[in-house]
């Protein structure tokens, strides 16, 4: 069952331009998180907010997270074309055990 | 350096036959999980484990099995192959600790059946 959904589902964009992603969820959660997806390859973390915090940044990511809307936004400021990829959000909700439960994605194409 | 490897990358198998998925962590992981990723569906969990010898079916287990006979293996068994069992595989391993971070992910298996 996936628990956040991801929009859009693609999103293509010039280099050096930023890219927002979105992700909504539907109950409670102890963190959520984003992935990012190689063509063909496994997932890779990108990065972790827990439900007590509003923003984090790791890099050029901004990720924020709104509990009272649940839903969170994750933001690629100056876009290279290596960014390229499809990005996942996953929850960890608070009575799901140890699962986390995926999103359908967005596909990213920055063109050069 | 964390490590989730996959016993192949790409995989060719007829209709009826057994495949065997492994999986293997170097990071003394409780949990580990099977998912399979097919286009606009997303990721699908099909079976988790988190512990040595328990299994815990996900939302699609219908067709798979499981096996975890050692803490860093974790097997995913087709029982007869079909083509609609033509998928990419995708394996992760995560930390049993409070906190629950982050998944590491295998490179994931590509499986062709015929």
């Known amino acids: 069952s996936q628990q956040g959904e991801e929009d859009p589902q693609a999103l293509s964009i010039q280099e050096g331009e930023n890219a927002t992603m979105n992700c909504s969820y539907k109950t409670s959660i102890n963190n959520l998180q984003w992935y990012r997806q190689n063509s063909g390859r496994g997932l890779v973390h990108l990065i972790l907010?827990?439900?007590?915090?509003r923003e984090k940044h790791s890099g050029r990511l901004r990720v924020t997270l709104d509990t009272s809307k649940k839903s969170s936004s994750l933001l690629i400021t100056a876009s290279r074309a290596a960014d390229t990829a499809s990005y996942f959000c996953?929850?960890?909700?608070?009575?799901?055990?140890?699962?986390?439960?995926f999103g359908g994605g967005t596909r990213l194409m920055v063109k050069p | 350096d964390v490590k989730v490897t996959q016993s192949s990358r790409y995989l060719v198998k007829r209709t009826g036959e057994k495949v065997f998925l492994e999986c293997v962590q170097d990071?003394?992981?409780?949990?580990m999980f099977w998912y399979r990723q097919d286009p606009g569906l997303g990721l699908r969990l099909i079976y988790f484990s988190y512990d040595v010898k328990m299994k815990e079916k996900g939302d699609i287990p219908e067709g798979y099995s499981v096996s975890r006979e050692k803490k860093e293996r974790f097997s995913l068994i087709l029982e007869s192959a079909s083509t609609n069992q033509t998928s990419m595989y995708l394996c992760?391993?995560?930390?049993?600790?409070?906190?629950?971070?982050?998944?590491?992910f295998g490179p994931g298996t590509r499986l062709t059946v015929l």
């Open positions: 990071m003394d992981h409780e949990n």
């Open positions: 996953a929850t960890d909700a608070q009575h799901a055990g140890n699962m986390l439960t």
């Open positions: 907010i827990r439900s007590n915090e």
């Open positions: 992760a391993s995560r930390t049993g600790t409070s906190g629950r971070g982050e998944q590491f």
